[in-house]
């Protein structure tokens, strides 16, 4: 079958730069995951790096040119591109600290103003390789948590915002507590009738409009995840905040710039995203999870069964469950595929309650029948 799962098709060189560096030849059976390099690069981006690579432009000319782009495809006022979605957190929430005031932009992170607290559900204060906390507290600001762990309630929210507040911070992520937290509007709503601007983290998210439709001030995507461009984070909204952001590459925000390279490379990705055909992307996908349930089905060690994305993208995983007294533990089995050879990595950040999940957004074509066959060895043999 046509195993080929990625954002556009995409042959495999028969040169693997990954054997001549020494690394290994894995399989990404987890996702867009940052820690195996996030997403296969369409063609596009590709194209249009290789492109503008040797060539010499006017900077400031180009970043007008991305912050077309980046609003034609979100339907923002203005967008803006940084180094990755973590720096562009960063610089929303520093633009929301200094607006677009040079002196205070240069002072960063040294306090520049009576605004310096950024409200964040406690639900909501994930880690991602980093902390969100510290995302936020490189700007000099700090982190206010609002409610528990496991509630937020809006009276929280709303006594919450002082003179101090600068921001808040909305998380949209499968990390975060998916039950019993203010929903995106409520937090809007609270927020902006006392002034104070609400940024959303949508870092892995499909949907590139609907979070500034329903009240967001600004929006941070990833550059390099479902769009599949290069390291790269994409922020998107109110045209004020959005060149208060740009305009931290002045301060904090210097090192986290991108080259040419990269905004030539998002910009040819966010035009590839307009013409892509999901649905067969999907139809692709469903032929790998059936693949899957299929070899599965024969083996007495492992429950599966199809699980949706907890924060409404539209794909499918496959949850591998490991029940006790098989044998096997959900981690040794998770463990086993990813020494076999070829490597399957799999989603298994919660093997410790017991299962894995099988993410095919990210195979090369032939690589569904491998992950299957290591299944097979790791259950069978």
Known sequence: MDAFLGPAPLQLETRDIRRELGLRPIINAS????VLGASIMVPEAIAAMAAIAGQF?????LHQLASDAVAKATGAEAGFITASCASAITLAVAATLTSDRLLAIERLPDR???????????GHMVGYGASLAQTIAITGARAVTVGTVNMARDYQLDEAITERTACAVFVVSHMTVQHAMLGLEQVCRICQAKGVPVIVDAASEYDLRGFLVRGAD??????HKFLGGPTSGIVAGQRALVQAAALQNCGIGRGMKVGKESIAG???ALQAWGQRDHQ?????ERQALELWMQVLAASADVDCRLVTDPTGNPLDRLRVSVPPGSGWT???????LAAADPPVMVRDYQTDLGYFDLDPCNLHPGEAEKVAQQLVACLYL
């Open 266 to 268: 998002v910009m040819a």
């Open 31 to 34: 996702g867009t995951m940052t």
């Open 218 to 223: 600004l929006v941070v995507y990833s550059g």
């Open 280 to 284: 067969a992307i999907r139809a692709r």
């Open 330 to 336: 959900a981690r040794r089995l998770a463990d086993a």
């Open 57 to 61: 432009v006017e900077m400031q000319h």
């Open 112 to 122: 520049v103003g009576p605004k310096c607290e950024v409200l964040v559900q406690l």
